[in-house]
């Protein structure tokens, strides 16, 4: 095993045991105190392997510096971002990381859950890792992988740079966001915090993924206030906003914009929670789509269907709150591709064939690029995300450190 393969091992075993979940329904910065479990590990390991200026904000990120070994102010100074925490979606705590050596190209069955089953089935990019380094869960929880494998990544970059003074290299600055999953990652970041010309996030999946364009999101909530009775006093007087917000859900269009009806470039509306009983009830969606225009579209239906439900029912009181979360970031790196041109060619350098297909998701870099920071997605290798199926390379997080390393060269050929 490599070294640098041995040191991703360690640490992604040691940050996938710790739980990070991000909560939506938390006001606090982050949402959820136990993602300081890791953060706080992050700084005193910067601190360790060398790094300066490591500190922690007031809004829970992470940075640390390695300096440039090349003091020429013109190099770019470039930052690697990843975030700590993981999906609500599934658990993850007491999560029991499994290394499986050489895989075989067999069905890996995850042994805390006997219906967790890896297979080229529901998983086809495993068969590209046959004799690699494979890490599950045990089945029973999430992974972690996203995004553990691009902490681990990044830490590592860190380390290699720190050991080899000779790489000429500008400023190259750490940083670890909380509450991604969530979409208020870089909520409260300050750009000058991280003073930096360009950044990466290391989140993304398959080898080779070099990604510019991302889903645009709003999140959406409808209310609805119903008029609460004792129910067996009810007749004609009780409105149940249960009923309505059944009726609500029943009206979108679930054959043609939903998740499990679309791909590629086409968007959706997602009921993903719906919360309260007969006197009130909140239905809470995600919209999403590549460009802006089909994106307020939807919101429009959304608006159009509890305009509906309104005048089914004039007693009830039903209003809409649509809330902008990330845009895609096309809409920026499109004007200046260096960022993505040096990433592919140092992709190329590596031996690693680019992949730039849109992905169906958004990353911290969506909204660091909309605020002034062009901040592509690279790849970590990470597989079935936010369940019980999650999957990692070791091998790929190997390759994506690699990456790193020759990123981090190439931008000290580049002028500002």
């Given at each position: 095993?490599s ?6 091992e360690?640490r ?6 710790i739980?990070?979940?991000s909560d ?8 959820t ?12 390991e910067l ?8 500190r922690?904000?007031d809004y829970a990120?992470?940075?640390g510096?390695i300096?440039?070994t090349d003091?020429?102010?013109n190099i770019?100074a470039?930052?690697y971002?990843?975030h ?7 658990a993850g705590?007491?999560v029991?990381?499994i ?9 890996i069955?995850?042994?805390?859950n006997?219906?967790m089953?890896l297979?080229a ?21 999430l992974?972690?992988?996203?995004d553990?494998?691009?902490?681990a ?5 860190g380390t290699y ?5 000779e790489?000429?290299h500008?400023?190259?600055v750490l940083a670890?966001t909380?509450d991604e ?22 989140d ?5 993924e070099?990604?510019?364009e991302?889903f645009?999101?709003?999140g959406a909530k ?18 149940n ?8 859900v029943d009206a979108?269009?679930q054959?043609?914009m ?6 590629g470039r086409e968007?959706?509306i997602?009921?993903?929670?719906i919360d309260g ?7 809470h969606m ?6 802006l ?6 919101g429009d ?7 509906r439900?309104q005048?089914l029912e004039?007693?009830?009181k ?9 845009r895609?970031?096309?809409?920026w790196l ?5 960022p ?17 297909s849109?992905i ?13 920071l ?7 290798g990470m597989q ?6 999650e ?6 997080m190997?390759k994506a450190?690699e990456?790193c ?10 002028k500002?």
């Amino acid at each position: 095993m490599s070294a640098i393969r041995n040191e991703l091992e360690e640490r992604f075993l040691r940050y996938v045991k710790i739980d990070t979940t991000s909560d939506e329904f938390s006001a606090e910065v982050p949402s959820t105190q136990r993602q300081y479990d890791l953060l706080n590990l992050l700084v005193e390991e910067l601190k360790e392997m060398g790094a300066s200026d490591v500190r922690i904000t007031d809004y829970a990120t992470v940075y640390g510096t390695i300096p440039a070994t090349d003091p020429d102010p013109n190099i770019p100074a470039v930052a690697y971002f990843a975030h700590v925490d993981t999906s609500p979606a599934y658990a993850g705590d007491n999560v029991k990381p499994i290394v499986h050596r050489n895989y075989d190209g067999s069905e890996i069955s995850l042994p805390g859950n006997s219906e967790m089953v890896l297979t080229a089935e529901n998983s086809p990019y495993l068969m590209e890792k046959i004799g690699e380094d494979v890490v599950t869960s045990d089945g029973t929880t999430l992974l972690g992988a996203d995004d553990k494998a691009g902490v681990a990544i990044c830490m590592a970059l860190g380390t290699y740079l720190l050991a080899h003074p000779e790489i000429p290299h500008g400023k190259i600055v750490l940083a670890f966001t909380p509450d991604e999953e969530i979409g208020r990652g870089v909520s409260n970041l300050k750009l000058e915090d991280v003073g930096v010309d360009v950044a990466y996030t290391l989140d993304g999946s398959k080898r080779g993924e070099v990604i510019y364009e991302t889903f645009s999101a709003d999140g959406a909530k409808v209310k609805i206030e119903g008029v609460s009775i004792h129910p067996g006093y009810s007749k004609g007087k009780m409105v149940n906003a249960m009923h309505l917000a059944a009726k609500f859900v029943d009206a979108l269009p679930q054959e043609t914009m939903s998740p499990e009806t679309t791909e590629g470039r086409e968007g959706f509306i997602h009921v993903y929670q719906i919360d309260g009983g007969a006197a009130a009830a909140e239905i809470h969606m995600i919209i999403r789509d590549f460009e802006l225009d089909n994106l307020a579209q939807m919101g429009d239906i959304v608006r159009d269907k509890a305009a509906r439900v309104q005048a089914l029912e004039p007693r009830a009181k039903v209003t809409v709150d649509i809330k902008p979360q990330y845009r895609n970031m096309r809409y920026w790196l499109e004007d200046d591709m260096r960022p993505v041109d040096l990433a592919r060619q140092a992709c190329e350098n590596i031996g690693v064939q680019v992949i730039s297909s849109p992905i169906r998701g958004g990353t911290d870099g969506s909204r660091l690029t909309e605020m002034g920071l062009p901040t592509p997605n690279l790849f970590t290798g990470m597989q079935n995300f936010h369940g019980p199926l999650e999957w990692v390379s070791l091998h790929d997080m190997e390759k994506a450190t690699e990456l790193c390393i020759e990123l981090t060269k190439l931008w000290h050929g580049a002028k500002k």
